[in-house]
């Protein structure tokens, strides 16, 4: 639970939001035309929501899985250190894979993800940030396709917490500390 009290003020709406998921999850259906399945990869928690939404919108065989990764637990600056938490129960080798990330930060769990999956030889391994942070990078990785690219704020809603609260807002919104 978080010590320090804090206010969130709204960044990103939610109909701004679902317009986005549109566009993206249309271009996610032209690269992948003609799969067999997509196997859609959620990094948890934090992707839960846009996966959700995300693969609702897909015209296209999918299957879900998820992977918890984590670099964060409770705080609001990043470990650098990556641990798999929850490994995927399906195999990829030879499939299609689109990774579904909520924010791309320093870039440490991104990278990790994605050179992990890359041993287990899918057959095309693209990734989807919801947020990007560009300024935060200190990996040279970019997802294939971003959402919405943010200044360095602590955000939260849409899935994204701080200290495993606010995930359920409809919104992205800044976290801002009132002490």
Do not use: C
């Not at 990764?69 to 080798?93: F, H, N």
């Not at 300024?135 to 970019?142: H, K, L």
């Amino acid at each position: 639970m978080p010590t320090r009290p804090y206010v969130i003020d709204r960044m990103i709406s939610a109909k701004t939001i679902a317009a986005r998921v549109e566009d993206l999850a249309r271009e996610i259906q032209t690269a992948f035309a003609g799969t067999e399945k997509l196997i859609v990869v959620g990094l948890l928690r934090g992707s839960f929501i846009f996966i959700a939404d995300l693969v609702r919108e897909l015209d296209l065989p999918v299957e879900v899985d998820f992977l918890e990764a984590s670099s964060y637990g409770d705080s609001t600056e990043s470990s650098r250190e990556v641990r798999i938490l929850k490994d995927l129960r399906g195999e990829i080798a030879g499939r299609d894979v689109l990774v579904v990330e909520d924010i791309v930060d320093t870039g440490y769990t991104l990278d990790h993800v994605v050179r992990l999956l890359k041993t287990r030889n899918p057959r095309t391994l693209k990734t989807i940030a919801l947020l990007d942070k560009p300024s935060r990078r200190e990996i040279d990785i970019r997802a294939d396709w971003i959402g919405f690219e943010i200044p360095d704020e602590f955000v939260v809603g849409y899935g994204i917490d701080f200290a495993q609260r606010n995930r359920n807002l409809p919104y992205i919104g800044k976290v801002r500390f009132t002490d």
